[in-house]
């Protein structure tokens, strides 16, 4: 049969992940694996009682970078209230860069910018908590922000203990999340700097989700999570619930591309399901929906491969007036659990160069198709769990409890759609164009 999905008019074993990690370094026959079992420790995700699943919300910066203010903040939130978003899981609501003056000359607290957020941080903080959201802020470990702003000033000697007050200061004022960026700081020290910055958090008393840009600045931000040395993320899954590891977003096509395709290389993937899970997942960046670079079948793309990678999926968009298509995706309660669904968060592949899948609770798949051009006809893209013949295949995503079944029942996931039961199902994806089934054996 046949979908039409779009068209052109339109135990996570510490054993099983060490030894990912430890194929994933062995680049060199002298190398064996052993050796780097001396060497490399992988500790458990940051246990801090937060982010057991990847964290919803909104976040101010791919759509307003610093022109924010508190009317768009407390706008937002109504939003999130009345237009049903916090009801489906979007709790978080973050400031990003640009909401900080001069320090405080005296004390060296940070300091709002009273034009900005008259009422002070605290008070908005309070406001968000009064209707059932969450408050998040922006910091840098540098000397200022990637917007000029007041930074954290770390150094690799940890010298000044600015930091630890202003920890302080966003405890006082409620903070539930902190993303923290590494602009106007050394590279080279921040495997330094983010520690001490997450053990300051946690000594306060008061848990934040800390959201890191570490991998970024160690070679994601050029060339994806494949550049990023894989040591590095055995520390960032200690210390950080989140971490960015790709450039930023921006609201083009070409940019959710360069995301998809970096988010996609055999590297990428194997060291992802490494990592990820309770604690800690790896951060895309935000969802563009409604914010107006994209077609509704591109939001669509985004959205979909997003659920499938377990990432944070936090909006950047002027909420209160979307459109009614960018608002219905995003309130897509099928694709959310999908996000949600952590029962394998390690199961993510690549099954050829058109289609995925994850794995999710009792036994269910989740495959998607996407064809990322508009040139050439509408593509037909078979969604099975079954396994193939194809050699680019990384896995079906078939595991023990698989085995023997022969059948399965469809479900289309963006049209909320049962489909028939078979081994397999036809999507046909148009110019772009995006398909997302489950899978559950009978």
């Known amino acids: 049969m046949y979908i039409v999905c779009s068209g052109s008019s339109s135990c996570r074993s510490r054993v099983h992940i060490r030894n990912m990690l430890c194929r994933m370094m062995c680049v060199a026959a002298a190398l064996v694996c052993a050796s780097l079992f001396n060497t490399i420790h992988l500790s458990e995700s940051l246990d801090n009682g937060l982010v057991r699943t990847p964290p919803l919300g909104w976040m101010s910066w791919m759509y307003y970078t610093t022109d924010i203010n508190e009317d768009i903040i407390k706008g ?31 004390t ?8 900005k957020f008259p009422s002070g941080m605290k008070a908005l903080g309070e406001y968000l908590h009064s209707r059932g959201l969450l408050f998040g802020m922006y910091a840098d470990v540098g000397s200022a922000t990637c917007g000029g702003y007041s930074g954290l000033g770390m150094d ?13 200061t966003f405890a006082e004022w409620g903070v539930d999340a902190l993303k923290v960026d590494g602009c106007n700081e050394a590279p080279a020290i921040m495997n330094i700097t983010y520690p ?17 840009s570490w991998p970024c600045y160690v ?18 899954m200690d210390k950080c619930n989140t971490a960015r590891d790709m450039n930023d977003i921006y609201d083009n096509i070409d940019s959710l591309y360069d995301i998809i395709g970096a988010y996609t290389k055999p590297a990428a993937v194997e060291i992802h399901n490494a990592v990820n899970g309770p604690g800690y997942f790896s951060d895309a960046d935000m969802l563009t929906a409604g914010a107006g670079g994209l077609s509704t079948i591109e939001e669509t793309m ?35 659990a999908i996000n949600q669904d952590v029962t394998h968060p390690g199961s993510f592949n690549v099954t050829d160069s058109k289609t995925y899948c994850k794995n999710l609770a009792n036994n ?10 508009s040139l050439g006809p509408p593509t037909n893209i078979s969604l099975s769990p079954r396994n193939t013949s194809t050699s ?51």
């Open 302 to 336: 985004q959205m979909v491969m997003w659920a499938l990678f377990n990432s944070p999926m936090v909006m950047s968009n002027d909420l209160p007036n979307i459109d009614s298509a960018s608002k219905a995706l995003l309130l897509n309660r099928e694709i959310i």
């Open 108 to 115: 060296s607290a940070l300091v709002a910018d009273p034009v």
């Open 392 to 442: 680019s295949r990384l896995s079906d995503c078939l595991l023990s409890a698989h085995k023997g079944v022969t059948t399965w029942k469809f479900r289309d996931v963006i049209r909320s759609v049962d489909l028939d039961t078979g081994t397999a199902v036809e999507c046909l994806a148009g110019q772009p164009g995006v398909c997302l089934v489950t899978a559950t054996p009978v």
């Open 364 to 373: 269910v798949i989740a495959l998607a198709g996407l064809h990322q051009t």
């Open 76 to 106: 937002v939130a109504d939003e999130m209230v009345a237009g049903g978003y916090r009801d489906v899981g979007y709790r978080y609501v973050c400031i990003d860069d640009g909401w900080s003056t001069n320090r405080d000359p005296k």
């Open 156 to 168: 690799a000697n940890l010298s000044s203990k600015q930091y630890v007050q202003d920890v302080g």
């Open 196 to 212: 001490a910055l997450s053990d300051a958090i946690n000594a306060s008393g008061h848990p934040m989700w800390l959201s890191c």
């Open 219 to 236: 070679g994601g931000c050029s060339g994806g999570p494949a550049k990023v040395d894989t040591a590095v993320y055995t520390t960032v």
